[in-house]
């Protein structure tokens, strides 16, 4: 079974010790009273979402592509709905990890389902909170399986392993873990990559206990980087200089300069392709499934920051300065793209009769 396969009580007991001494002191009474319950509901989990989640694997034609993230939209929306009953992040890592080929027993598998626990515990951010996580998780992996079997039949295209490609699934478990509602815009003051690098510090101790290489985990830390969309005093961010590495790789443009924590993405032209997929699924997951799904992340965004407002200048705002119709990597354009094009068309449409997604009617 694969259940059996993937030993998720084992990863628990290493993250258990010490009163589970690797967490942060205000997670450590959560991880107690829940990781229990996910091992007892492993099995079960795995069962009910195994369908839903290889489904995130099945090869993708242009023409089907608005019906696929129509579809992937409605899934996560009923997992929201499901709330506690939805499936764990490690039964649909361990299921991924499975159509990868990801052995059980490897250091790469226990550092995936460790993500997956920390993942779990309890965040009640209205937007940055657990049900954000799965989705980028099971969107990331819909973009890394569509990239490799594009991959499989053309030979231009850049392949990535499976024990390369299962990194993205750390990043994406833990790419805004501890997240504390607010941006990296705080009282006027701009600290870049401040919630994309607490995530990953917090996250570091528990995900290098299995014996992962440290250049992986840096790999990891990087792509967690890479998502901070906080645009600086010169009107960049580290996801706009993410596409610029992405574009010297991949495009043959001049190699960017890059602060001191972003120039292995200069090096390393896989990195630059892992990266380039897990922004593009935190970024294009909100604006490109379908048009409920963009609408309940708007509400839920302005819920969040207590600045931002619920009407539709909200979600203009986001297509039009963060997403700016750039996508990079052809999976991403494969499958977002005609949707994202429709939702901006909905969303320039919704400014002019103002109306307000809380209410679902002219303000």
């Not at 795995?46 to 696929?68: F, N």
């Not at 995936?112 to 951010?125: R, S």
């Not at 607010?182 to 006027?188: Q, T």
């Not at 309940?296 to 986001?318: D, P, R, Y």
Request: glycine share 6%; aromatic share 6%; net charge negative.
């Amino acid at each position: 079974m694969l259940a059996q396969a993937y030993d998720l009580g084992g990863v628990i007991a290493v993250l258990s010790k010490n009163d589970f001494g690797l967490l942060p002191p205000e997670h450590r009474a959560d991880a107690a009273a829940i990781w229990g319950k996910l091992a007892d509901c492993f099995a079960k989990d795995i069962a009910c979402a195994y369908s839903d989640v290889t489904g995130l694997a099945a090869p993708l034609e242009p023409q089907d592509s608005a019906q696929a993230t129509r579809n992937m939209g409605e899934l996560y929306l009923k997992w929201r709905d499901e709330g506690a009953e939805a499936p764990s992040m490690a039964a649909l890592v361990a299921i991924m990890m499975h159509g990868l080929g990801i052995q059980g027993d490897s250091a790469l598998a226990h550092t995936v389902l460790a993500a997956a626990l920390l993942a779990e515990i309890p965040n009640d951010k209205p937007f940055h909170g657990n049900a954000h996580y799965r989705d980028i998780l099971c969107s990331t992996f819909r973009l890394l399986t569509l990239h490799r079997h594009r991959a499989s039949i053309d030979k231009d295209l850049y392949d990535l392993p499976p024990e390369t490609a299962a990194l993205m699934l750390v990043a994406a478990c833990v790419h805004d873990y501890c997240h504390d509602g607010r941006g990296n815009n705080i009282d006027g003051v701009h600290t870049p990559m401040r919630l994309e690098k607490n995530a990953f510090d917090k996250a570091e101790p528990s995900l290098r206990q299995f014996g992962l290489p440290q250049s992986e985990l840096e790999r990891v830390r990087v792509m967690i980087l890479t998502t901070d969309v906080s645009f600086d005093d010169m009107g960049s961010s580290p996801s706009r200089r993410l596409r610029a590495a992405y574009a010297h790789h991949f495009e043959g443009k001049h190699a960017p300069k890059l602060c001191p924590v972003l120039v292995p993405l200069a090096e390393d032209k896989t990195l630059s392709l892992m990266a380039m997929m897990l922004e593009e699924a935190d970024i294009y997951t909100s604006v490109g499934l379908n048009y409920d799904y963009a609408r309940l992340t708007t509400v839920l965004v302005a819920q969040e920051t207590k600045i931002l407002t619920t009407k539709a200048s909200t979600l203009h705002g986001f297509i039009e300065m963060i997403c700016g119709g750039l996508m990079a990597s052809p999976a991403s354009r494969l499958l977002f793209n005609e949707t994202f094009q429709a939702i901006s068309r909905q969303a320039a449409e919704d400014v002019r009769a103002n109306i307000d997604y809380a209410r679902a009617t002219p303000a």
